[in-house]
């Protein structure tokens, strides 16, 4: 597999409707918020784990999207996986020296593994080339307007165990809670690095794929949890050379989410109260933008 | 110093994480030495060069905030690979996250923006096509239009660096009215030494009008 030779940034925005993007362990599963701005947040590992779910559903048997960190869900349909016994001769040399074989064994996996390609993973060589670093790096993702959750109470119309039943002397109802935010419209950056792709084999092909993932991922997430999610825009920047022809916040910053109405007093409760726009004239030559939704 | 740069760098968020930390990762205040090399290492370096911080300048106030996240507890074994290896079967060479999970809380910055200044030495592995205007003309060239070998980060991955150069004779940003006073800032990293088993290296940062004189590496203030 070919590298990529280009730089790319992107721009990826996603909207929930009524559901809880991703829930804040430190605070009973309410949906995360930036405490300083009340806006909404959904962390890096969230939508890796949204790009690994989606590769291994979209790659079931193919030899070389295997995901390493896997979750039990997906498992169900993940198969043995053909491994062509071929591409293993030329690195399973006689006796190599430690650090080769080191080198040997984080070439396989990158080789072997999508997420390992893509994003990294740390091995326990201890010597040498034990930590591989994916050239797809993304940042937290913020909602652009501050978001309100809301906590919905729900009954069941069923008790667990028997003791509750006795309790309730046959009534069997509990009460649950459903955390969700009405309507929120986030805002991801990401960053792909040709330099790092080289090292770990990271192709056009793999490149799209992943654009592929972030375009489609939340159709293959639907949970009672997470309501309607949906990717909106996914805006990428490339850059012509690989080491890039604009800083990243310059990019970055051409990329403009306003209110569709200048005096809309409501708040935002669709992806049409937002205007996106993209200020062409402050890109830099060298950069072409995409806009892939 | 003939050939010392100045980078500013800033972003959201940030988490220089400190080592007796790390199990439920606590920042730094400020960035470290190593954290801001590996900044200027993301935008040029090679095996010639090794870059010194001299100075950090703190432009904004010292704030954090927490976050927990479901992160996997192992690592992936060479020995279980090599056996994948053997077998040409990658089956068995999967980690179940939701079987090895641990939540963690990360205390991290917020909203940091710093001036690194630095300089670079040449090392043993310099050859005769190495100069040190070569180099510094590459670094310099790279700032200034955002070039970099792959984004910086803010101590971890997920907090990515902005970064800019900031011209020769250009004055330092100005610095938020709450760093006026001296502070101590701690025993805090400055490096990992490579050359001696990957031990830690730390020196006592302090912080006056919000700028951090980091002493050099082989001095006597920086202490194993």
Redesign the interface.
């Known amino acids: 597999m070919t590298a990529i030779t280009h730089r790319y940034e992107f721009v990826y925005l996603f909207d929930i409707t009524n559901g809880n993007p991703n829930g804040d362990p430190d605070a009973g599963n309410l949906p995360r918020l930036d405490p300083e701005t009340n806006r909404g947040l959904v962390t890096d590992v969230c939508l890796k784990r949204k790009i690994r779910n989606f590769v291994s559903l979209d790659k079931p048997a193919d030899a070389g999207y295997a995901i390493y960190m896997q979750e039990k869900a997906v498992l169900n349909n993940q198969h043995r996986k053909a491994y062509d016994a071929q591409s293993l001769k030329p690195e399973d040399k006689k006796l190599p020296k430690e650090e080769e074989k080191a080198r040997a064994i984080t070439q396989w996996m990158c080789n072997n593994f999508f997420d390992v390609r893509t994003f990294g993973a740390v091995m326990t060589t201890g010597v040498n080339a034990g930590q591989v670093r994916g050239p797809v790096q993304m940042a937290f993702a913020t909602s652009i307007d501050p978001v309100v959750p809301l906590e919905i109470s729900i009954t069941r119309m069923a008790v667990t165990t028997e003791k509750e039943a006795e309790a309730q002397s046959g009534d069997n109802r509990t009460m649950g809670r459903k955390h969700i935010i009405p309507y929120g419209l986030y805002r991801a950056h990401g960053f792909v690095s040709a330099k790092l792709a080289e090292r770990t084999g990271f192709s056009d092909a793999d490149l799209e794929l992943f654009w592929r993932a972030l375009i489609n991922m939340f159709e293959h997430d639907r949970s009672a949890a997470r309501g309607e999610m949906a990717a909106r825009k996914l805006i990428v920047f490339e850059h012509e050379s690989a080491m890039g022809n604009a800083p990243a916040h310059v990019l970055f910053d051409a990329v403009r989410i306003t209110p569709a109405q200048a005096d809309a007093d409501s708040a935002p409760r669709r992806f049409a109260d937002y205007r996106v726009e993209i200020d062409r004239a402050a890109i830099p030559s060298g950069v072409a933008v995409r806009e892939l939704i | 110093m003939g050939y010392g740069v100045k980078l500013k760098v800033w972003g959201?968020?940030a988490c220089f994480t400190r080592p007796e930390m790390k199990v439920e990762r606590v920042s730094y205040d400020v960035i470290t030495p190593s954290a801001a090399r590996g900044i200027l290492d993301a935008i040029h370096w090679k095996p010639a060069i090794r870059w010194h911080v001299d100075r950090i300048h703190v432009l904004k106030p010292i704030r954090f905030?927490?976050?927990?996240?479901?992160?996997?507890g192992g690592?992936?074994?060479?020995a279980s690979?090599?056996k994948?290896?053997?077998a040409?079967?990658?089956?068995g060479?999967?980690?179940?996250?939701?079987?090895d999970r641990q939540?963690r809380?990360a205390t991290i910055l917020?909203d940091v923006a710093y001036v690194i200044e630095a300089h670079f030495d040449l090392t043993p592995k310099a050859g005769a096509e190495d100069s040190v205007g070569k180099h510094l003309d590459i670094f310099n060239r790279?700032a200034r239009?955002?070039?970099?070998?792959?984004?910086p980060?803010m101590g971890v991955?997920?907090?990515?660096a902005?970064?800019?150069l900031i011209e020769d004779g250009d004055p330092i940003p100005e610095k938020h009215e709450s760093l006026q006073e001296a502070r101590d800032l701690g025993w805090t990293l400055h490096d990992i030494d490579f050359d001696r088993g990957m031990s830690p290296r730390f020196f006592r940062a302090q912080m006056a009008d919000g700028v951090i004189e980091v002493p050099p590496w082989h001095s006597e203030e920086v202490k194993a």
């Open positions: 959201e968020r905030e927490s976050i927990r996240r479901n992160e996997v690592k992936l074994s060479p690979v090599t994948a290896m053997k040409g079967d990658t089956a060479l999967v980690n179940y996250v939701d079987e939540q809380a917020r790279r239009k955002g070039q970099c070998f792959q984004q980060c991955r997920e907090f990515p902005n970064f800019q």
